[in-house]
């Protein structure tokens, strides 16, 4: 501390939203409510200058009901740049002050937020914007992601695919850029979100710190002068609403995921926006003070803001060197990057697969969404996939386990190994991006990261190097983004259906596309009785041939050997193509419904739900007394809470287990309602006498249709399916997507402004469009 005179902060008031990244722009349901400070109310914002000295506060802007944001003093110590919202307006954007108070210019404009900016040595910015024009997978806000541009707010290039938000980026001592990237690749939404790194122009993107620790949010971290480490704030579980949290020192050079890499400088009370000087002299904000961390424990107020403001971002204003610059391998003619895998079998978690079993690796894309109105995935899918993934096709894996392949670039690419029968053995639940020409290698499939392709298989080069990448070959004539009710739904009509339909109802099961409140009968109990496997919002890197297509029933019960129904080979590989992009139901994020469309539902389950409670009381309570056999009266929140609490806040665990053996799978409203046909409902069906046309599986509860109980039930369905019908939803004949879908269409020039949204769209059609848009052309930056 003794070279530093003046540190910089802001005031601003606390944003409302829990989330640590929801501080920008509006909500998805409502464009009038801002998730900025205050719900668009007056802020406090000032960006203030505290001399060490003499106890001086100078006020450098006021922005007089505006708000200021992420100030980064220049490598000069003369200059600060930092995101400022003026009152009256919506949008952050970057700006430049000097740091007398002077010279104050504004750098970008636009319809979009540009906040979290950091100088770069080459004399450009890096940035973190909603440019990329897209929503939260599991939230209603916007996402942000990388930018770069020119000194003066030019050639502004987008350098990250993410369709999460990646945060806080910042210079490390080597030039690359150290910053925190939140994705979910069929994995829990709410566990991962790490330090990683990259180059200025976006290329060489590798996890730096945590990518497999879960429930910590690792954030606003910066390098420690003279060090090889990090201090970052460890934001608790889902993090914390201002990015507060712990600070911790991070080094990766136990590996990437060893806890011991992480150190707590103190514990307690929340700290946020850490600024390590060294090791052992690190600044914060905490309330409306500046304090002092030693490393040892000991936090100390060395500043206190006199008004009622909140205090965020300490930084002393000192003059530092330039980091090297690291040269552009950026290629903007280039549409492709090239992608060089070593040895697939080369692996953290890869036990039982034999070398020679992997035969191709599946390419999949995550794609942006365009809109998003809740905290699940929706119906996206249950408790499943929060994000449609692109099948974009296979490219071949040598015997000695390389690959080398193009890519399409800046877009969100995983794998998938593939054995001799197309039958999923690995799955990776993390995403990669190429930027435009450039050349990426790997050791193999979550390796160990301290570990090169040579200590580990030495000899002659990779049998896939002594040919030209493979490209991509395509699945021809198949959907590349699969809808359950366009796609899958004929498939099992003509293969499942003739057994497993409410008339007939085989083992119990139904696989017609009749509706319940939310999801199709099929679609509820494949997922529900595990005839398919996907991610289930668990944890990461999970074992070989526990995902996709090899652990998913219902592939093989179309192989004649289940009382000989049999798939057709375009069937097979429509069903394949369905599970391996992660088994959705809806296949457009057009299905994604808003708060009108998710209160309609909840009200239809309970009209029927409600006229249910007294029936069962009165007569079915002998059996079905909501214990885990029984029949539960709300069976969403008995079986979810009941989780939550088994598993104690260990995100992913219960959700991954909630269908084994659960009583949802029996007695949830989306199977026991049939709201497309209300006479066919199971609950109407399993208590009324096989004499009855009913199922007797509960005896003979309704000895006819004409038992008043019975009629009650029945009206109260069909006053439930009414209910749905008076706004066609998802899967019904008449859907229209909501007004904001269409709205955000025209925010980003899909539609026309004129627009009728009650004019019908081939939505299908209109998403490809959208996600099109966001592809790099050539020549395009």
């Given at each position: 501390m003794r070279e530093v005179e003046e540190i910089i902060?802001?005031?601003?008031?606390?944003?409302?939203?829990?989330?640590?990244?929801?501080?920008?722009?509006?909500?998805?349901?409502?464009?009038?409510?801002?998730?900025?400070?205050?719900?668009?109310?007056?802020?406090?914002?000032?960006?203030?200058?505290?001399?060490?000295?003499?106890?001086?506060?100078?006020?450098?802007?006021?922005?007089?009901?505006?708000?200021?944001?992420?100030?980064?003093?220049?490598?000069?110590?003369?200059?600060?740049?930092?995101?400022?919202?003026?009152?009256?307006?919506?949008?952050?954007?970057?700006?430049?002050?000097?740091?007398?108070?002077?010279?104050?210019?504004?750098?970008?404009?636009?319809?979009?937020?540009?906040?979290?900016?950091?100088?770069?040595?080459?004399?450009?910015?890096?940035?973190?914007s909603t440019r990329g024009k897209r929503w939260v997978n599991c939230w209603m806000t916007q996402v942000g992601i990388m930018f770069r541009c020119d000194a003066?707010?030019?050639?502004?290039?987008?350098?990250?695919?993410?369709?999460?938000?990646?945060?806080?980026?910042?210079?490390?001592?080597?030039?690359?850029?150290?910053?925190?990237?939140?994705?979910?690749?069929?994995?829990?939404?709410?566990?991962?979100?790490?330090?990683?790194?990259?180059?200025?122009?976006?290329?060489?993107?590798?996890?730096?710190?945590?990518?497999?620790?879960?429930?910590?949010?690792?954030?606003?971290?910066?390098?420690v002068p003279g060090s090889d480490k990090v201090v970052a704030c460890f934001s608790p579980g889902h993090g914390v609403n201002e990015h507060e949290g712990i600070a911790t020192l991070v080094t990766p050079k136990l590996g990437p995921d060893d806890p011991r890499g992480a150190v707590a400088l103190h514990k307690g009370k929340r700290v946020r926006d850490p600024f390590p000087l060294a090791e052992n002299c690190v600044l914060a904000a905490q309330d409306n003070k500046i304090v002092l961390m030693d490393g040892s424990g000991v936090v100390e107020t060395i500043f206190t803001h006199t008004a009622n403001e909140p205090l965020h971002e300490p930084r002393p204003i000192l003059a530092r060197p330039r980091e090297p610059v690291i040269p552009h391998r950026v290629q903007p003619a280039a549409t492709t990057g090239t992608m060089i895998l070593a040895d697939v079998y080369q692996s953290r978690n890869l036990p039982g697969v034999k070398r020679g079993e992997i035969k191709k690796l599946l390419l999949l894309e995550s794609l942006p969404k365009p809109v998003n109105f809740s905290g699940g995935p929706d119906l996206t899918s249950f408790l499943g996939?929060?994000?449609?993934?692109?099948?974009?096709?296979?490219?071949?894996?040598?015997?000695?386990?390389?690959?080398?392949?193009?890519?399409?670039?800046?877009?969100?690419?995983?794998?998938?190994?593939?054995?001799?029968?197309?039958?999923?053995?690995?799955?990776?639940?993390?995403?990669?991006?190429?930027?435009?020409?450039?050349t990426m290698s790997c050791a193999g499939c979550h390796e160990p990261r301290a570990q090169t392709p040579r200590e580990s298989k030495p000899g002659p080069a990779l049998q896939a190097?002594?040919?030209?990448?493979?490209?991509?070959?395509?699945?021809?004539?198949?959907?590349?983004?699969?809808?359950?009710?366009?796609?899958?739904?004929?498939?099992?009509?003509?293969?499942?259906?003739?057994c497993h339909n409410p008339a007939k109802a085989e083992g119990k099961i139904l696989l017609t596309g009749d509706l319940g409140p939310h999801f199709s009968h099929s679609y509820f109990t494949l997922i529900m009785h595990r005839l398919v496997?996907?991610?289930?919002?668990?944890?990461?890197?999970?074992?070989?041939?526990?995902?996709?297509?090899?652990?998913?029933?219902?592939?093989?019960?179309?192989?004649?050997?289940?009382?000989?129904?049999?798939?057709?080979?375009?069937?097979?590989?429509?069903?394949?193509?369905?599970?391996?992009?992660?088994?959705?139901?809806?296949?457009?994020?057009?299905?994604?419904?808003?708060?009108?469309?998710?209160?309609?539902?909840?009200?239809?389950?309970?009209?029927?739900?409600?006229a249910l409670a007294p029936i069962q009381h009165?007569?079915?309570?002998?059996?079905?007394?909501?214990?885990?056999?029984?029949?539960?009266?709300?069976?969403?929140?008995?079986?979810?809470?009941k989780r939550r609490a088994e598993y104690k806040g260990n995100a992913g665990q219960y959700e991954r287990l909630l269908t084994d053996n659960d009583p949802y799978a029996r007695y949830g409203p989306d199977i026991l309602l049939n709201l497309t046909r209300p006479e066919m409902s199971k609950v109407l069906l399993a208590p009324l006498a096989k004499s009855a046309g009913g199922y007797g599986w509960c005896g003979e509860v309704f000895a006819s249709r004409e038992d008043p109980d019975y009629r009650k039930l029945l009206a109260a369905i069909w006053e439930a399916k009414k209910l749905l019908e008076?706004?066609?939803?998802?899967?019904?004949?008449?859907?229209?997507?909501?007004?904001?879908?269409i709205r955000e269409m025209k925010r980003f020039g899909i539609l026309p402004q004129e627009h009728d949204p009650a004019q019908p769209v081939d939505y299908f059609a209109l998403e490809q469009q959208y996600w099109r848009s966001l592809w790099h052309y050539s020549g395009r930056p």
């Open positions: 902060y802001v005031t601003r008031a606390r944003y409302d939203d829990s989330h640590w990244y929801a501080n920008i722009g509006y909500y998805c349901d409502d464009e009038n409510k801002k998730a900025y400070a205050g719900n668009g109310a007056p802020d406090v914002g000032k960006l203030c200058k505290w001399s060490v000295r003499t106890g001086k506060v100078t006020v450098l802007l006021d922005a007089k009901g505006g708000s200021v944001r992420d100030p980064q003093v220049h490598y000069d110590g003369k200059k600060i740049l930092f995101s400022y919202r003026p009152a009256g307006t919506d949008y952050y954007h970057l700006y430049e002050i000097n740091t007398d108070g002077t010279g104050l210019r504004q750098i970008t404009s636009g319809p979009y937020d540009d906040y979290e900016a950091t100088y770069l040595p080459d004399g450009d910015i890096l940035f973190v003066q707010g030019r050639n502004i290039i987008q350098v990250s695919a993410n369709t999460e938000h990646d945060n806080t980026p910042w210079v490390m001592p080597d030039g690359r850029i150290l910053y925190t990237r939140w994705e979910y690749v069929d994995r829990s939404q709410v566990e991962y979100h790490h330090l990683w790194v990259m180059n200025p122009d976006g290329t060489g993107a590798m996890v730096y710190y945590g990518n497999m620790r879960s429930w910590i949010v690792m954030i606003d971290a910066k390098p996939t929060f994000t449609l993934e692109r099948v974009l096709g296979t490219v071949p894996v040598e015997e000695d386990g390389s690959a080398y392949f193009e890519m399409p670039a800046n877009r969100q690419i995983f794998f998938v190994a593939l054995d001799e029968h197309d039958l999923s053995v690995k799955r990776m639940q993390s995403f990669t991006s190429l930027m435009p020409g450039e190097l002594r040919r030209p990448p493979s490209k991509i070959k395509s699945f021809e004539g198949f959907p590349d983004v699969v809808d359950l009710h366009r796609d899958v739904q004929p498939v099992l009509d003509r293969a499942c259906v003739p496997a996907d991610g289930r919002n668990g944890l990461g890197n999970q074992p070989p041939r526990t995902i996709g297509s090899s652990a998913s029933r219902l592939l093989k019960l179309g192989d004649g050997t289940h009382y000989g129904a049999r798939y057709t080979e375009r069937e097979w590989r429509m069903i394949w193509l369905w599970i391996e992009s992660a088994a959705p139901y809806a296949g457009s994020y057009a299905g994604l419904r808003n708060e009108r469309s998710q209160q309609l539902a909840g009200q239809a389950a309970g009209i029927a739900l409600r009165n007569r079915c309570g002998s059996c079905h007394n909501g214990k885990p056999e029984g029949l539960p009266i709300n069976p969403t929140h008995y079986d979810l809470d008076s706004e066609p939803r998802y899967g019904m004949p008449g859907f229209r997507p909501n007004r904001q879908f």
